[in-house]
Nanobody
Framework: DVQLQASGGGLVQTGRSLRLSCAAS????????IGWFRQAPGKEREGVSFITSSDGRTYYADSVKGRFTISSDNAKNTVYLRMNSLKPEDTAVYYC??????????????????????WGQGTQVTVSS
């Protein structure tokens, strides 16, 4: 069975850091794009950061660029999202998702538009001011 297990959320103060993990099972990262999305109460889901580990391509939303870093450890079949300099507006439920990499080759909005085929459960990130 394909599974994505997101973890690492928590409650932190403004300016602190967290690292989210997305552990994949049932498929190998090389064949998929992995994305982190977030959804805050009353807001639409937002694509945060994406990676295709086969070629190292990454994408960051403008709101997190320079603060968040996405990486993958293919040996552990896990994707990480390092979040530094956290702000209250980063508060949301964070979800990881996977989609065949060939469907995300165009870059830009192609990273986050359309349907991702596999989703993990969310992990709550709360940043206090």
């Amino acid at each position: 069975d394909v599974q994505l297990q997101a973890s690492g959320g928590g409650l932190v103060q403004t300016g602190r850091s967290l690292r989210l993990s997305c552990a994949a099972s049932g498929f190998t990262l090389d064949d998929y794009a992995i994305g982190w999305f977030r959804q805050a109460p009353g807001k639409e889901r937002e694509g945060v950061s994406f990676i295709t580990s086969s070629d190292g391509r990454t994408y960051y939303a403008d709101s997190v660029k320079g603060r968040f870093t996405i990486s993958s450890d293919n040996a552990k079949n896990t994707v990480y999202l390092r979040m530094n300099s956290l702000k209250p507006e980063d508060t949301a439920v964070y979800y990881c998702a996977a989609d065949p990499a060939f469907r995300r080759m165009m870059g830009g909005s192609n990273w986050y538009n359309g349907k991702y085929i596999y989703w993990g459960q969310g992990t709550q990130v709360t940043v206090s001011s």
